[in-house]
């Protein structure tokens, strides 16, 4: 098994373009979240997805759009970047019933200027 | 989410035994106790979890305080690989299960040879 994986392990953007991360896991797992880290913090929840087709927001969602087509895939949309959104991104997911033992992926760090 | 509070760092000599402290005062009945760890340039990575009782994995030990106040984890024999932010997390077992994670600042532990 690959585990979760990210791309890009790097990106530098310009303030008001968008792109999207992208965030694949081959276990089968129903629950997939996104997560933002800042330097020096703790990470914080952006949006997760209990299962395909269905998502909601975490703690700090303004700026970011997700879907969930699939049940490998969580991709992360940034719709217009702004410096605040420059931080390192973490994808994971978890079993439905051993959600307890979540796994992550390498991350993304994301630089807007 | 109830809030858990943790030393902001801690120091350890290699191959000794290393007790990170958490406080949970606000713990209710059905909050289980999570440790996560996140070394450096990586994503956090599940180390134990427990609800009451003491627990032990290949990894770690939690031991958990009568009153549930407070937990403590137990790394037997520190290697310079432990070194790393420690994670503790509460986490409310009746809610529905999203697989959300609220992560604080953590304790940087520092391993020195």
């Known amino acids: 098994n690959a585990g979760v994986t990210q791309t890009p392990k790097f990106q530098v953007l310009k303030t008001g373009q968008s792109m999207t991360l992208q965030c694949a896991q081959d276990?089968?797992?129903?629950?997939m979240s996104w997560y933002r880290q800042d330097p020096g913090m703790g990470l914080r929840l952006i949006h997760y997805s209990v299962g395909a087709g269905i998502t909601d927001q975490g703690e700090v969602p303004n700026g970011y759009n997700v879907s969930r087509s699939t049940t490998e895939d969580f991709p992360l949309r940034l719709l217009s970047a702004a410096p605040s959104q420059t931080s390192v991104y973490f994808c994971?997911?978890?079993?439905?019933?051993?959600?307890?033992?979540?796994?992550f992926g390498p991350g993304t760090r994301l630089t807007v200027t | 989410d109830a809030k858990t509070t943790q030393p902001n760092s801690m120091e350890s000599n290699e191959e000794e035994p290393v007790h990170l402290p958490c406080n949970h005062s606000?713990?209710?009945?059905?909050?289980?106790i999570h440790w996560y760890r996140q070394l450096p340039s990586q994503g956090p990575e599940y180390v134990i979890h427990g609800l009451t009782s003491n627990v032990n994995n290949r990894m770690a030990s939690l031991a958990i305080a009568e009153d549930r106040k407070s937990s403590t984890l137990i790394l037997h024999r520190a290697t310079l690989r432990d070194a790393a932010v420690y994670y503790c997390i509460l986490r409310d077992g009746s809610s529905s299960n999203t697989g959300k994670l609220i992560f604080g600042q953590g304790t940087t532990l520092q391993v020195k040879p």
């Open positions: 276990m089968n797992h129903e629950y």
């Open positions: 606000t713990i209710s009945g059905t909050d289980y």
């Open positions: 994971a997911s978890s079993y439905r019933d051993r959600n307890y033992e979540q796994y």
